[in-house]
């Protein structure tokens, strides 16, 4: 699962972005609300966890945008604002929930679960599945063929990302800002070193390969492909 976090404190958007993915999503971290904004606006996601009190666009303005916009994404407001009226105002603006800061991560992680379970947006699985390659998400664990595939966290994140989005290229940039959280460098080769990794435990001891290559635009995960 996709989640968008919007925190412009430092120390709190970190601890949100190692908690989330270590509990097993896909965390895009944005720390302003302008690039809030622009992600929520261009990108799909899952949830998005949402600062109110952001230097430039603040958290109201956000979701209203969104909202205007047919967007539905489910949105938790995390603030430090704990008034009656603001949650109030929160909430009839269109966001789902509101955590006030400071906050339990725990309670943080049950309320995340729930607005996902209750949204319209389909809600992460225990198991995915590619031919004879299954993922179990919430153990992060791989198996091919009934054998083990013995994965880092971010190979792991990166597979996961091939699987979700079976069939599609994924280009390089955007293989970057989802599994490394960073901008795609051209002079950097991180990304096909990491592809090259993954193919070596996911297809190299298996006659039908999984993870291809499409020359001059990315990688793709897909049955029978001839694009290597």
């Not at 109201?60 to 938790?76: D, F, H, K, N």
């Not at 009839?92 to 509101?98: I, P, V």
């Not at 460098?185 to 993954?198: E, F, G, Q, Y």
């Amino acid at each position: 699962m996709r989640l968008l976090v919007v925190e412009d404190e430092i120390k709190t958007g970190d601890y949100l972005h190692q908690g989330l993915s270590e509990a097993g999503f896909m965390v895009t971290l944005a720390r302003t609300g302008l690039d809030g904004h622009h992600l929520a606006m261009t990108e799909t996601f899952d949830l998005l966890v949402l600062d109110v009190m952001l230097p430039d666009v603040d958290g109201w303005r956000i979701v209203q945008s969104i909202r205007e916009a047919g967007r539905q994404t489910p949105v938790l407001f995390l603030t430090a604002r704990d008034s009656i009226d603001d949650r109030v105002k929160g909430l009839e603006l269109g966001a789902d929930d509101y955590l006030v800061k400071p906050f339990a991560f725990a309670e943080l992680l049950a309320r995340v679960r729930t607005l996902l379970r209750r949204s319209s947006v389909p809600v992460m699985t225990d198991q995915m599945r590619v031919a004879d390659l299954i993922l179990d998400l919430p153990r992060h664990r791989a198996m091919r063929a009934g054998r083990k595939i013995n994965l880092s966290h971010k190979e792991f994140c990166l597979l996961e990302l091939l699987v979700r989005r079976q069939g599609e290229v994924l280009p390089r940039s955007l293989i970057a800002s989802q599994v490394w959280d960073m901008n795609f460098d051209s002079d950097t080769n991180v990304i096909d070193v990491a592809i090259r990794r993954l193919r070596a435990k996911i297809d190299d001891d298996f006659e039908t390969k999984l993870i291809h290559t499409v020359r001059g635009m990315g990688y793709k995960l897909e049955l029978d492909d001839e694009h290597d």
